[in-house]
């Protein structure tokens, strides 16, 4: 239960910085989203299934403060942190080089993805911030994977095994 209400309190504190703080952060248009990339370095430390819930949870969140459209960020956050829980599965996650390279990789692909599905019902946003967002998430993760990590090997954010 601690492990769960840790995990909430995180994704809705790093919801509210998201649209308080990081707006003041802007370079050419462009601001990191905390709460997503929080949720990709979480999907890489945990389980696949603990993936998809946090992605679905934060694309929820996200898609409260988006324009007209609910489900996009659902969808696009839910897809990723599964493929980042994948990920995670096959590489040293001690190691901190290949999962921030990963959430950058992943984070211009959700951007394609939100970018498409908004073309597709004409609602048009600039492709060129996707860049600038993806690479703004990448300096944001090098540092947000290292307090994720610590955070997983916590005693109390370790799942038991049950038989």
């Known amino acids: 239960m601690k ?3 840790t995990i909430v309190l995180l994704c809705i504190l ?10 003041l ?6 601001c990191p989203s905390l709460l997503f990339i929080f949720a ?37 956050n839910m897809l990723m942190c599964f493929v980042a829980a994948n990920i995670g599965k ?11 390279i990963s959430s950058f990789v992943l984070s211009l692909v959700k951007g394609l993805i939100v970018f498409s599905i908004l073309f ?3 609602q048009y946003i600039y492709m060129g911030v996707i860049v600038y967002i993806a690479i703004y998430n990448l300096v944001v993760c090098i540092f947000m994977y290292k307090f994720t990590y610590k955070l997983s090997q916590k005693e109390y954010m370790k799942r038991e095994w049950k038989f």
């Open 40 to 76: 990709l370095c979480y999907s890489i430390v945990s389980s696949p299934r603990d993936a998809l819930i946090i992605g679905v949870f934060t694309g929820a969140l996200q898609d409260v403060y988006f324009l007209n459209v609910f489900g996009i960020n659902m969808i696009s």
């Open 120 to 122: 597709f019902i004409k």
């Open 25 to 30: 952060l802007k370079i050419n248009g462009a």
């Open 90 to 100: 096959s590489i040293f996650i001690e190691k901190s080089f290949f999962p921030i």
């Open 14 to 23: 790093f919801l509210i910085l998201d649209n308080t703080l990081m707006p």
């Open 3 to 5: 492990r769960i209400l």
